[in-house]
């Protein structure tokens, strides 16, 4: 029985974990918020590290602690309820958005500026060409960890050293003027941006991915597999804070050269071509389309291994495959339409998300967990819903008396007090008791 990981392993391990994490959204988010925040980037930076580098790592550790995905941690809730749940979270961070997201992005950045007269058969053609190298690489599941271990990622790392280093060092101006909700409000402004990276859902679906690669070196101890995982996410951890820092700095030192920008995306491109030229495009589009790649990977991958462990039965390969072809349709929607669709959507399953988390790693100290759980789940769901509703331009004022409301953050303040309610007023019953022993 080996419980041991060389130290190679581990270090590619994080790194598989960093670039399964580093993909659109935590490329074009940063620069367009660093841009926005301007003198206050200090305090919106904070703000994004929290949702996009803190919660992500913490869901880490709930799936470890938990010892499997999304089904696995929300046991305590009515079994179809747990499944559902499981499958919104994997239906958002698949075909539905973020992996055509990662393509779109692909596709804008690395691709886009350098063909003339591009338009829907280029995106066509290109969808087509990313998402059967990410079947190839999602059914070459044994040599994942070392495809984008060993051999992706390092290069992704070094082309982000190379650009985030240019970036600190030769910045192209001083910081701007905070614009818009980044004067009053900068902090919460970039927590809620964070939101946007979908990290925290990705950590939900990533860590069963990565525990499964654990087990395919070998390591069958639990408590060793749950170490791995927590260094693996602690590598991701500090390569994202290392990217997020740079191009949040990025965006609040670009305003000499992206002025009236629509997203992050263009602003990354036009800073990097100010300060390479053609050269330095060449090296953003492979950055760009490396880190969206071995996301779609890493989220194609996760979702046929969570479908097959719902029906056994089922062709992981076509359901690779099938997967990749709705991604390949969608992406064809567009990148601001789709970005547009998702926000709402992304308001309103977060705070049910954070809430699993809390509870799974509050686990040990909650003594009613099935009622508990339903409680806590049901209050995030139900202010989640009224923070994205509010997102999605529904007139909401009636509720404009609740704290955090205005701040389409509706939900902490409830679904802190029903955690506090399972852990010191809910109490043990000998029926639940029974139930949960059962669960355990």
């Known amino acids: 029985m080996n419980n041991r990981l060389s130290s190679a392993d581990i270090l590619a391990l994080g790194f598989m974990n ?53 089904i696995d941690m929300a046991k305590y809730l009515p079994k179809n309820i747990a499944t559902l ?56 599941t044994g040599k994942l960890l070392d495809m984008i271990g060993k051999v992706i990622t390092p290069l992704l790392i070094i082309l982000l050293i190379i650009l985030a280093t240019s970036v600190i060092v030769n910045p192209l101006s001083g910081l701007g003027v905070a614009t818009g909700e980044y004067i009053e409000a900068p902090f919460t402004k970039g927590f809620l941006e964070g939101y ?20 395919s070196k070998g390591i069958t101890d639990k408590k060793a597999q749950y170490k791995y995982l927590i260094m693996a996410g602690s590598i991701a951890a500090l390569g994202l804070t290392f990217v997020y820092v740079a191009l949040f700095y990025l965006g609040g030192t670009s305003q000499t050269v992206a002025l009236d920008v629509n997203n992050g995306g263009e602003i990354i491109a036009l800073y990097v071509q100010a300060l390479f030229n053609t050269p330095g495009l060449v090296l953003l589009s492979l950055v760009v ?7 779609a990977v890493g989220l194609v991958s996760a979702m046929s291994e969570f479908l097959v462990s719902l029906k056994p039965r089922w062709n992981k390969t076509w359901l690779v495959v099938i997967n990749c072809i709705l991604c390949a349709l969608v992406t064809n929607v567009g990148l601001s339409e789709l970005i547009s669709l998702s926000v709402p959507v992304l308001f309103i399953i977060y705070p049910v998300a954070i809430a699993l988390v809390a509870l799974t790693l509050l686990n040990g100290f909650i003594p009613n967990k099935t009622v508990s759980y339903r409680f806590v789940m049901l209050v995030a769901f139900a202010f989640g819903l009224l923070d994205g509703l509010k997102v999605a331009a529904v007139n909401m004022d009636f509720f404009s008396f609740l704290p955090f ?3 389409s953050l509706a939900w902490i303040l409830p679904t802190f007090l029903a955690l506090l309610v399972s852990l010191f007023v809910f109490k043990y019953n000998e029926q639940t008791a029974i139930s949960e022993e059962l669960k355990s």
């Open 289 to 295: 389309g490396l880190a969206c790649l071995t996301t």
């Open 196 to 215: 946007n990276t979908m990290d925290t859902l990705g950590a939900l679906v990533f860590g069963m991915l990565i525990i499964n690669v654990i087990k």
């Open 18 to 70: 960093f670039a399964f994490f580093l993909g659109a959204g935590n490329i074009i988010f940063p620069p367009l918020a660093g841009a926005l925040a301007g003198e206050h980037l200090t305090f919106a930076t904070l703000g994004f590290l929290i949702t996009a580098v803190g919660l992500p790592l913490l869901s880490l550790i709930a799936v470890a602690k938990a010892g499997g995905g999304i």
């Open 85 to 140: 749940l499981a499958l919104a979270v994997f239906i958002v961070i698949g075909p539905s958005f973020a992996t055509p997201r990662a393509a779109l992005v692909a596709y804008e950045i690395s691709l886009n500026p350098f063909i003339e007269n591009a338009g829907a058969l280029s995106l066509a053609t290109f969808s087509i060409i990313f998402f059967a190298l990410t079947a190839y690489l999602s059914l070459s």
């Open 405 to 407: 409301f205005d701040k």
